[in-house]
């Protein structure tokens, strides 16, 4: 049997927001990300006037065992996202690494190390982990902001985060928010991207754990962008330089994979590149339209055939916008009924064991739980903000949500952390 216990921690904030990073040739990282059992891949930023990058590693316990791997990509752009990949690793084995910049070592001050994931299956019992979680990183810069009060909070939470042990975090999306200037050129993108990932109070946290993330509107393009939105593929590309995520998509659309520890399968799914826009008619002729996509064809026929082919003990869909919240009035997977209905008819008819739903956007926390006939019940767990502005519900519709899970709406900064125990059979 299988249990799910929701613990809630707030945290107060009381140190001023960090500025950018500022250094001569590394703009910002490193971090190592999609570590797995025998490969990782190491991220980092540079400047235009960067001529070669490596990254040296090698096992904690051994430091003599060094190998070195150059950057073979392009480099002297405005913007230089680099991705090294290392192979041959040795399972459930930590690594240490350093970064070299045109054959100079790096000086950073923070640990540079990641371990490998364990060969547990068929040999060991199912490892307990954690991970930490949350949505809508707002970091202020006045001369493109609009007017009045600044709309990104205080932003040493990710101080608190990279204090907090846990195995691998994940964004959910709005994880940098493009302005006016900059979603309406690629290169505006680009610029957002870069210059948010650049402050100093991400740097030790993104380098302390692996990093995944799915995206929101604001990190896509404008606020509440969905297929129509004219650089949709260079946003991809963008995310992709940007993360480090097994895979984006198919058929080079969409952002969409999937990630697996322990016992436990995360489906990163897209809720904005094949998005039908909110305006669409949700309902023709009394029946729900099935031309307006939340996911699209594509996404759907790929998470259909994942959550039949997990074994998982829990199968985790995270995406963008709620998708359980009745009382939603702004943007959730319940607006776009035909594909809602699918879903949860396929959870349904096929029995799909152990899901629920992990989301971001809303500006505060909350637990909704949707009650099953003869089934388990689902539930679609809302975490945000990290530093952009608070939304309550109170004098809303919400505000008394009879779906709502008892003390578990957060109207302040926050993110989650989710931990994984027990024996077989008894995961909680």
Known sequence: MQKIIFYFLLFTFYFNDSSAQQNNVLISGPWAGNVELRTAMIWLEVAPSVKKVSVSFAPKSDSKITK??????????????????????????????????????????FKTQFTTKDLWQYRKPVPDFSFLTGSCAYFNEPKFDRPGKPYGGD??????????????????????????????????????ASHDRSY????????????????????????????????KSESRNIFKNYWLNPSYGEEDKGIYSKVSY???????????????????????????NKDKEFFGKQQMEW?????????????????GSQVLNIYNKYECMQQYSYEYNQLLNF??????????????????????????????????????????????????AEENNPLREPNTLVEAQNFAKFSFSGKKGERI
Do not use: C
């Open 155 to 192: 932003s040493s939470i990710f101080e608190t985060m990279a204090q907090t042990p846990a195995d691998f975090h994940v964004w959910l999306g709005d994880n940098w928010y493009t302005r006016e200037v900059d979603y309406s050129s690629v290169w505006g993108l680009n610029y957002r």
């Open 200 to 231: 100093k109070v991400l740097q030790e946290f993104m380098a302390k754990m692996p990093q995944y993330a799915i995206w929101d509107d604001h990190d896509y393009g404008p606020n509440d962008a969905g297929k129509s939105y004219i650089f």
């Open 347 to 396: 959870l349904s008819e096929q029995k799909v064991k152990g899901v629920m739903f992990l989301t971001g956007d809303r500006h505060h926390s909350e637990v909704i739980k949707m009650s099953r006939p003869n089934q388990y019940p689902l539930y679609d767990i809302t975490v945000s903000p990290y530093t952009s502005g608070i939304s309550k519900v109170a004098k809303s």
């Open 68 to 109: 070195t791997v150059i950057y073979k990509g392009e480099l002297g752009k405005d913007f230089n996202p680099v991705k090294i990949e290392l192979n041959g690793l040795e399972f459930g084995t930590t690594y240490n690494y350093d970064v070299n910049i045109d054959g100079k070592k790096i000086t950073l001050p």
């Open 303 to 319: 998470l259909k055939n994942a959550l039949l082919f997990s074994h998982a003990t829990f199968k985790i869909i995270v995406t």
């Open 262 to 288: 322990g016992d436990v399968d995360l489906f990163l799914t897209d809720d904005r590149y094949f998005r039908s826009e909110d305006e669409m008619p949700d309902s023709i002729n009394g029946l729900p």
